[in-house]
């Protein structure tokens, strides 16, 4: 989960130079996943002296977000011991929020344009909150889940908002720097999840275990909703997008067949079901394209835009970036495995041994604007390169003692975060360079929610190896 995120997927996504640079270059409508229009001066701005204090109460949601995707990888074996959770239940904890948010980023989007964006961020922090409270009090691995999926459906109703947010009320270098704080937001929750996972669970507050990790949402929820409500002015687009109600519909069925079965099928020794729901995914995604197609046709808003992928170079960079964005949401859960399972760390310590790629990342994505500024598209080939290095270097750490952690592993924590910095800004300019103006928008609300369901598909094919692995 980019995710989503997954990472969350997640993301979309999780990446701090993302959001800034598609819509500073494009200048296109308001969020990703919005109406991709500029905004109407009718639209109602925000005073200069509140706003600020406005962004930072609405980038509470993306906060929130990113938090819960990491929270949920420290918990796993705390939750699996205490729910008696098997391990593919454990999947759909953590690939279940990815795979809801990133299928409805676009509608949530939609929704603030349609019925304003303030109602709809405090309606999706309001559902937020509530789901964390029954996600901390679920009684069974099937209630956690449950409620999971509707978390991530929430989520995914106030994440855009915040961009929505920037895109109306700031301009020229505020607009960047409200930008600038969004991203640094995002990988802030990345490190204050790990660590706040960790502790919590370290903790066993009240002899509650891991369910504090859900429940710290809610004092959180509740004084930003309050905020909100005080704060936030309401704005929508002039000519609002209808929702896609059958695509989206579609698309759950066509992924839940596709990505379930990874899921269950380690799990019982992969029986019938498992090969027919596979089989049946495909043909129904095929039906999602041709649908989609027919909504373009008749200009009905598609959630995905069918004439994004007759540009070669948008479709094989989207492509690139799936696998790039699956690949790493499960090298996080593989990293959380590992450190608690082979080293037998705490969760506090594990927490804290995954801070250094946090904070690389960071780092990466800070600077990468100046890396691309000297070296142009070469920027992502040196990215490359230093993502390979950490990769490598993980791949040939050992674990000669349990609880002891290595210098060796932080090193290569700190060079695979380094180098995921420096590709992921690169890599979504490249996606997007060959992009008309009129079509940005939409381009970049395909780039934010794909990300996110290959967080989720990869959290899926990759768990049911690694959990196949480890003792039941």
Same mark, same amino acid.
């Given at each position: 989960?980019?995710? !989503?995120?997954?990472? !969350? ?29 500029? !905004? ?5 701005? =925000? ?67 349609? #019925? ?18 029954? =996600? ?16 991530? =459906? ?27 704080? #969004? ?190 500024? #000297? ?37 290569? =924590?700190?060079? #695979? ?53 480890? !003792?039941?």
């Amino acid at each position: 989960m980019s995710l !989503p995120i997954a990472t !969350p997927a997640p993301t979309a996504s999780y990446d701090s130079e993302i959001a800034a640079r598609s819509f500073k270059r494009f200048e296109s409508g308001p969020g990703v996943v919005s109406d991709f229009r500029r !905004p109407p001066r009718s639209l109602q701005k =925000c005073q200069p002296a509140n706003k600020w204090i406005a962004l930072a109460i609405i980038l509470v949601g993306p906060f929130l977000g990113v938090i819960d995707f990491f929270i949920a990888n420290i918990g796993v074996p705390s939750i699996r011991a205490s729910l008696g959770a098997s391990f593919s239940e454990i999947e759909l904890v953590i690939a279940g929020y990815g795979l809801t948010y990133a299928v409805c980023l676009i509608t949530g989007g939609r929704l603030g344009d349609i #019925y304003g964006r303030k109602m709809t961020f405090i309606l999706g922090m309001a559902g937020f909150t509530l789901t964390s409270a029954f =996600c901390g009090l679920a009684p069974t691995a099937g209630w956690l889940i449950f409620w999971r999926l509707v978390q991530g =459906c929430a989520a995914a109703a106030m994440f855009p908002q915040a961009l929505s947010f920037v895109q109306v009320n700031f301009t020229g270098s505020a607009k960047r720097v409200a930008f600038s704080l #969004y991203g640094t937001m995002i990988g802030f929750g990345s490190i204050v999840g790990q660590l706040l996972g960790g502790f919590l669970i370290h903790a066993n507050l009240f002899q509650l275990g891991w369910r504090p990790i859900f429940l710290i949402n809610l004092p959180i929820g509740i004084l930003t909703i309050i905020g909100a409500s005080f704060l936030l002015n309401e704005s929508r687009a002039e000519r609002a997008p209808k929702l896609d109600l059958g695509g989206v519909a579609i698309l759950t069925i066509g992924l839940a067949l596709f990505s379930y079965p990874f899921m269950e099928g380690q799990e019982r020794g992969w029986p019938l079901w498992a090969w027919l729901c596979l089989l049946a995914s495909f043909p129904i995604l095929w039906g999602f394209w041709l649908f989609e197609r027919r909504q373009s046709a008749k200009n009905r808003f598609p959630l995905i835009e069918p004439r994004l992928f007759c540009d070669r170079g948008f479709v094989v960079g989207l492509i690139v970036t799936c696998i790039y964005f699956a690949g790493h949401s499960s090298m996080i859960l593989v990293l959380s495995l590992y450190l608690q399972f082979s080293l037998r760390l705490n969760p506090m310590y594990a927490g804290f041994a995954l801070v250094p790629f946090s904070f690389a990342f960071l780092l990466g994505s800070t600077v990468s604007g100046k890396v691309n500024g #000297y070296l142009g598209r070469r920027s992502l080939h040196l990215g490359v390169a230093v993502l390979v290095v950490g990769i490598v270097a993980l791949a040939f750490q050992a674990a000669p003692t349990p609880g002891h952690l290595t210098a060796g592993f932080v090193l290569a =924590c700190f060079i #695979y975060g380094i180098g995921r910095g420096l590709v992921t800004s690169p890599l979504y300019n490249t996606v997007l360079s060959g992009i008309p103006h009129q079509d940005a928008g939409a381009a970049s609300g395909v780039t934010s929610t794909m990300p996110q369901l290959a967080n989720s598909i990869g959290i899926a094919l990759i768990g049911a190896v690694v959990f196949g692995g480890i !003792p039941k």
